[in-house]
């Protein structure tokens, strides 16, 4: 549940910030992309789709995708995505915690993009 409900609030964010960030918005603004962020079982998920500067989402791991962060569990994707730390996402890849599944280039596309609204 927790994890699901930081899905939905970075979305929310994300939402946002294509109207009130800058920056931000030129960063989508001429992409084409589906990133999903989900649990290794797809019980639990969200698709972000980036269509030339427009920001939508679709709930649900089993979407098709560009690329995927794919989580081993919904509590280790809460404990690491909420602490906002690279360190943190690094750590949980290497003990086979996150995956990525699809051009990782999109994801470091998209945590980019990240950045960008949380400063």
Do not use: P
């Not at 939402?15 to 800058?22: D, E, H, Q, Y």
């Not at 001429?30 to 427009?54: H, N, P, S």
């Not at 791991?61 to 919904?74: C, I, M, T, Y």
């Amino acid at each position: 549940m927790k994890f699901s409900l930081l899905l939905f609030i970075l979305y929310r964010k994300l939402k946002k910030a294509v109207k009130t960030n800058r920056a931000y918005r030129s960063h989508i603004g001429t992409v084409q992309l589906k990133i999903l962020i989900k649990t290794a079982d797809g019980k639990r998920g969200r698709l972000f789709i980036f269509d030339r500067g427009v920001l939508s989402t679709l709930t649900g791991g089993g979407h098709a995708a560009d690329a995927a962060l794919v989580w081993s569990d919904a509590a280790t994707a809460f404990r690491v995505m909420a602490s906002g730390s690279d360190e943190e996402s690094f750590k949980a890849a290497a003990e086979g915690g996150l995956r990525v599944e699809g051009m990782a280039y999109y994801i470091q596309w998209f945590t980019d993009g990240i950045k960008l609204v949380m400063k």
